[in-house]
């Protein structure tokens, strides 16, 4: 099964939100993040890590998501899905797809600490 198959069958609906900057009550910028749309993702593969800074403990989720090609995604950029935010930390396309092509994709690698 080709990975565009993947996202049809087995895609999820994913929130993308996009930074702005807004100034704050005195006057400062200040980042925030957006609604920009949503997009249809496979989330394909998942890792959990647990590492101590100091006498903390720091948990990440590492995702891997594929969605269709000639999608509007930045590394700056944090997805939301099933109640939880990923920071966007790589976006790329495999081989020489080209728009057009059935099977171009891209692949999205995210990160979260957030309530793993």
Partial sequence: ????????IYGKRIEVRRPIFRRD???GRKRTFVHHGTVNGYVASRSQSEAFEGDRQQAEEVVTIYVKGGTDLLVTDRLKFEGRTFEVTGVRTPGHRQAGDRN???VVDATSNEGV
């Fill in 104 to 106: 171009f994709y891209h």
């Fill in 1 to 8: 099964m080709s990975i565009v198959a993947r996202i049809n």
């Fill in 25 to 27: 009550e005195v006057g």
